[in-house]
């Protein structure tokens, strides 16, 4: 008994020594299994755009004319970014631009980041005619409400919450197509350039 007494006294030592280390140990985790934190990889903020840009018109009637017509204008925004990655993301942006009217809009982009401030991307949306009659189809103005675009971009990464946006965007038809109505007057596809500011929240 005395025996069994005397080996039993170090194991309990042992023991006590084990499980108080463990709880005392400033990072006890197995790190084989230990999985890397969650990250959070959505971030929302504010895009504000100075725009330029043309547009072709053409008026046919007694007489034929052609001329390109140059406009200038503003544009904001709010946009959601998803981060895939270190270097890739996706971002959705709505807003309203407002030169000769408000053109509300809605575009998907996807950015690649080639430096530790430059990154370029590409993506694809629509204006949106809330004075138009058909989702698709031209109504007898010759508008839609639908007016696709694409677009391409540089961003500068100004600070943590600023970024700088040059952007190109071009419509992929013609806004206004000649009516009777219209005078037989066409307004071509848009082509913008803007200079712009993303904020980040």
Known sequence: MKTKLTLLIPFLFLFTCIAFSQENAPNSTNHLFEFEEPVDRWSTGLTFQALSGFREIKMSGATYDSFDEAWIGIGVGFYADYKINKVWKLRSEVGVNAYVGFDPYINFQSEFKFTDRWSFYAG????????????VQRDEQGTAIINPYVQLGLRYKMSKSWTLDLRYQQDLYARRKATSLNRFSKDGPLSTFSLGFNYRF
Do not use: E, Q, R
Request: aromatic share 16%; glycine share 8%; no cysteine.
């Open 124 to 135: 694809s949306g629509s204006y949106f005619n809330t004075s138009a009659d058909h989702l």
